[in-house]
């Protein structure tokens, strides 16, 4: 039996498990656990998917899931990554920040493209030699907190201070800066009230030539702070690692 474990039913946990209850990724049951105990309770009700809900990760982790997703908070993947990893079971991390900061062993552990692709080109030009990555991130000021009139740069600097002013806004830097030298990822953040969807250009300069990526993703509508192709890159991911459990 494939069971699936979800750390957080928000926005994201939400819809990883709605694409299960879907059969886009074919599981036999999933295992909820929020801090917020009805949260998980209210998802689990509205699934037709053969469903437990944990009282906690100990729990979940004795339920023996194939694959646990962290859909929760940087604070939450550090404090549940070392229990996860140490029982072997595999860990899809949603709050890539919190990786930049653990020296945890990384072959349980997985990372999905999130908000951007051109990750396995990125990889192979890394083996070449990446001189300079600059990620220039376009939010409206709403997401960011902010209500400025016209546009306005509010960050420049790498992407671990980045990841740390901007814990749920910056996950592309940090998937960036786990794929290739961190210290080659410069960023850029700017509130701007004329985009509606959030913007993410990816410059990159090696040893063979230029690279520029542009992706435009609709704000998930229940969590203007990430895209909903955040979510869908997980349940591709999800789908991937369940197939090698078959």
Same mark, same amino acid.
């Given at each position: 039996?494939?069971?699936? %474990?979800?750390?957080?039913?928000?926005?994201?946990?939400?819809?990883?498990?709605?694409?299960?209850?879907?059969?886009?990724?074919?599981?036999?049951?999933?295992?909820? &656990?929020?801090?917020?105990?009805?949260?998980? %309770?209210?998802?689990?009700?509205?699934?037709?998917?053969? @469903?437990?809900?944990?009282?906690?990760?100990?729990?979940?982790?004795?339920?023996?899931?194939?694959?646990?997703?962290?859909?929760?908070?940087?604070?939450?993947?550090?404090? &549940?990554?070392?229990?996860?990893?140490?029982?072997?079971?595999?860990?899809? @991390?949603?709050?890539?920040?919190?990786?930049?900061?653990?020296? @945890?062993?990384?072959?349980?552990?997985?990372?999905?493209?999130?908000?951007? %692709? %051109?990750?396995?080109?990125?990889?192979?030009?890394?083996?070449?030699?990446?001189?300079?990555?600059?990620?220039?991130?376009?939010?409206?000021?709403?997401?960011?907190?902010?209500?400025?009139?016209?546009?306005?740069?509010? &960050? $420049?600097?790498?992407?671990?201070?980045?990841?740390?002013?901007?814990?749920? $806004?910056?996950?592309?830097?940090?998937?960036?800066?786990?794929?290739?030298?961190?210290?080659?990822?410069?960023?850029?953040?700017?509130?701007?009230?004329?985009?509606?969807?959030?913007?993410?250009?990816?410059?990159?300069?090696?040893?063979?030539?230029?690279?520029?990526?542009?992706?435009?993703? $609709?704000?998930?509508?229940?969590?203007?702070?990430?895209?909903?192709?955040?979510?869908?890159?997980?349940?591709?991911?999800?789908?991937?690692?369940?197939?090698?459990?078959?």
């Amino acid at each position: 039996m494939r069971k699936v %474990g979800i750390i957080g039913c928000g926005a994201i946990g939400t819809l990883i498990a709605k694409a299960v209850d879907r059969s886009i990724v074919k599981c036999d049951e999933l295992i909820l &656990y929020d801090s917020l105990s009805e949260r998980a %309770g209210k998802l689990g009700r509205v699934l037709h998917t053969s @469903v437990t809900i944990a009282s906690s990760l100990d729990e979940m982790i004795r339920l023996k899931p194939a694959v646990i997703v962290e859909a929760a908070s940087q604070q939450a993947a550090r404090d &549940y990554i070392g229990k996860i990893v140490t029982a072997n079971i595999d860990l899809i @991390v949603m709050s890539v920040g919190a990786l930049l900061e653990l020296d @945890v062993k990384r072959d349980r552990i997985h990372v999905p493209s999130g908000a951007i %692709g %051109g990750l396995d080109a990125l990889s192979s030009a890394k083996l070449a030699g990446i001189e300079e990555i600059i990620l220039t991130t376009r939010k409206s000021p709403k997401i960011l907190e902010l209500d400025n009139r016209e546009e306005k740069l509010v &960050y $420049e600097g790498n992407a671990e201070e980045a990841v740390r002013r901007f814990p749920r $806004e910056m996950n592309v830097a940090a998937t960036l800066a786990l794929t290739v030298p961190s210290e080659k990822v410069k960023v850029r953040v700017i509130s701007d009230p004329n985009v509606r969807r959030n913007v993410h250009e990816v410059k990159v300069k090696w040893t063979g030539g230029n690279m520029f990526m542009r992706f435009e993703n $609709e704000p998930h509508p229940d969590n203007p702070k990430t895209s909903a192709l955040a979510a869908w890159s997980a349940i591709k991911l999800l789908k991937d690692l369940l197939e090698r459990h078959a």
